[in-house]
Nanobody
Framework: QVHLVESGGGLVQPGGSLRLSCVAS????????MGWYRQYPGKQRELVAS???????NYADSVKGRFTISRDNANNTIYLQMNNLNADDTEDYYC???????????????WGQGTRVTVSS
């Protein structure tokens, strides 16, 4: 069993910043890619940013230059630093990970429960 727990969401004014965290725990041998997705109610979930095991990031065009994803492999944690937030960033943010688990060894795709980000004055 593997769990992802997100934190850091909340209410912020336009132009403000938030930092999301996601910690993975459980029967983990290693973690391949990790990432952040977001979803507005009634819409499809979309990729915000991802980072592979080597630390190479990938960003959606809508957040390039404003968001930064980073990874702490020793603590199975990723972060999403979000700057210059605007109303279009108001969504539920979900952590995702491709985890190699033990006994038997296999790859699982795991999702967190989500954290809400609201950008409003």
């Amino acid at each position: 069993q593997v769990h992802l727990v997100e934190s850091g969401g909340g209410l912020v004014q336009p132009g403000g910043s938030l930092r999301l965290s996601c910690v993975a725990s459980g029967n983990i041998h290693s973690i391949n890619a990790m990432g952040w997705y977001r979803q507005y109610p009634g819409k499809q979930r979309e990729l915000v940013a991802s980072i592979n095991s080597g630390g190479s990031p990938n960003y959606a065009d809508s957040v390039k230059g404003r968001f930064t994803i980073s990874r702490d492999n020793a603590n199975n944690t990723i972060y999403l630093q979000m700057n210059n937030l605007n109303a279009d960033d108001t969504e539920d943010y979900y952590c995702n990970a491709l985890v190699v688990v033990r006994n038997p060894y296999r790859i699982l795709e795991v999702w967190g429960q989500g954290t809400r980000v609201t950008v409003s004055s």
